[in-house]
């Protein structure tokens, strides 16, 4: 996932987990663990914090 774009499209199929670009680069364990740490304490104010609205084109 590298776009808001997309994480609306899998939200509105009801989609609830992703990874990518967007949420961060890649990186090596010991940074990754740290970063999930972060992560978590800040959840609540995640991009899966709030409905996404989803239309049609």
Do not use: N, Y
């Not at 939200?11 to 663990?33: N, V």
């Not at 970063?35 to 995640?46: G, V």
């Amino acid at each position: 996932m590298e776009t808001s774009e997309e994480l609306a499209l899998l939200r509105g199929i009801g989609c609830d987990t992703a990874q990518g670009f967007l949420f961060a680069k890649p990186m090596e364990a010991e940074h990754f663990l740290r970063w999930a740490s972060d992560w978590r304490q800040h959840r609540q104010q995640s991009l899966f914090s709030e409905p996404v609205p989803v239309t049609a084109e």
